[in-house]
Nanobody, 119 residues
Framework: QVQLVESGGGLVQPGGSLRLSCAAS????????MGWYRQAPGKQRELVAN?????NYADSVKGRFTISRDNAKNTVYLQMNSLKPEDTAVYYC???????????????WGQGTQVTVSS
């Protein structure tokens, strides 16, 4: 069993900041990448940022959001600055990992945390 537990969402005014955290626990052999996706009402889930052998950001968050990892703690963070109303969404943590040497890599997801940017 693998669990991803997110924290740090909430309500913030435009221009404000939030920091999301996600800790992976359970039967983990190795983690290839961790990242964040988001889904706004009526829209498809989209990549925000991920960190593996390379780091990727959605164009809409470049320069405002920063992803980081603590590999010793199997934790990924998302520092979100200069937040805009269009950043409002449920943010999901993702980990691409292997539970043992023989199993293939696969995606695991957190339960999601709401981020609302509003005055």
């Amino acid at each position: 069993q693998v669990q991803l537990v997110e924290s740090g969402g909430g309500l913030v005014q435009p221009g404000g900041s939030l920091r999301l955290s996600c800790a992976a626990s359970g039967n983990i052999f190795s983690i290839n990448a961790m990242g964040w996706y988001r889904q706004a009402p009526g829209k498809q889930r989209e990549l925000v940022a991920n960190s593996g052998s390379v780091t990727n950001y959605a164009d809409s968050v470049k320069g405002r959001f920063t992803i980081s990892r603590d590999n010793a703690k199997n934790t990924v963070y998302l520092q979100m600055n200069s937040l805009k109303p269009e950043d409002t969404a449920v943010y999901y943590c993702n980990a691409f990992l292997r539970v043992n040497y023989y199993n293939p890599l696969r995606d695991y997801w957190g339960q999601g945390t709401q981020v609302t940017v509003s005055s």
